[in-house]
T-cell receptor, first 113, second 111 residues
Framework: AQSVTQPDIHITVSEGASLELRCNYS??????LFWYVQSPGQGLQLLLK??????LVQGIKGFEAEFKRSQSSFNLRKPSVHWSDAAEYFC???????????FGTGTRLTIIP | DGGITQSPKYLFRKEGQNVTLSCEQN?????MYWYRQDPGQGLRLIYY???????QKGDIAEGYSVSREKKESFPLTVTSAQKNPTAFYLC??????????FGSGTRLTVV
């Protein structure tokens, strides 16, 4: 069965600093990988997704993620965070033939001035 | 614009009462999903439906019921058998290949 691990429950970053959120997955075949963001009291919004091809994926709001098959990772990065990036971030994995996505437990991002 | 609409945004339930949360999508997606979210916790799958007139239990289906009579609609009923229903409920549609689109959620509170 596929699984997703987000090792960091909570991360605090200074505004303007760089960010990396970790995501590790377990799946035998080629995975389809996603990052979602959730602001308080809101639904989840898709930031970016990886299907195949270029392992560096660009998303909305200045985020990017890199797929590393050898490390089974799909880490989310941003060069310089803004106070509005404070939110919960979820990594998810899917695959052809699977009925549903598998989500990680999320990483809460706090931005300090 | 295509999307998912959840209503109401806030819902209050008295003890012993059934309440129904609405979820409507105009994305022409076959599959729809209901998740429960508790403070500081991730997403827990309640029910999902791959096609009209068919649905499957998720990880925490006890105390909940659903129907899927139309492709666009997937309402969730929180029954009196659900002893701790206070939570944030999210509806989604899509596939595990292309990802999900989520609604903006319904916050249910027991009073």
């Amino acid at each position: 069965a596929q699984s997703v691990t987000q090792p960091d429950i909570h991360i605090t970053v200074s505004e303007g600093a760089s960010l990396e959120l970790r995501c590790n997955y377990s799946y035998g075949a080629t995975p389809y990988l996603f990052w979602y963001v959730q602001s308080p009291g809101q639904g989840l919004q898709l930031l970016l997704k990886y299907f195949s091809g270029d392992t560096l994926v660009q998303g909305i709001k200045g985020f990017e993620a890199e797929f590393k098959r050898s490390q089974s990772s799909f880490n989310l990065r941003k060069p310089s965070v803004h106070w509005s990036d404070a939110a919960e971030y979820f990594c998810a994995v899917g695959a052809v033939g699977n009925e549903k996505l598998t989500f990680g437990t999320g990483t809460r991002l706090t931005i300090i001035p | 614009d295509g999307g998912i609409t959840q209503s109401p945004k806030y819902l209050f339930r008295k003890e012993g009462q059934n309440v129904t949360l609405s979820c409507e999508q105009n994305l022409n997606h076959d599959a729809m999903y209901w998740y429960r979210q508790d403070p500081g916790q991730g997403l827990r799958l309640i029910y999902y439906s791959q096609i009209v007139n068919d649905f499957q239990k998720g990880d925490i289906a006890e105390g909940y019921s659903v129907s899927r009579e139309k492709k666009e609609s997937f309402p969730l009923t929180v029954t009196s058998a659900q002893k701790n229903p206070t939570a944030f409920y999210l509806c989604a549609s899509g596939t595990s290949v292309y990802g999900y689109t989520f609604g903006s959620g319904t916050r249910l509170t027991v009073v």
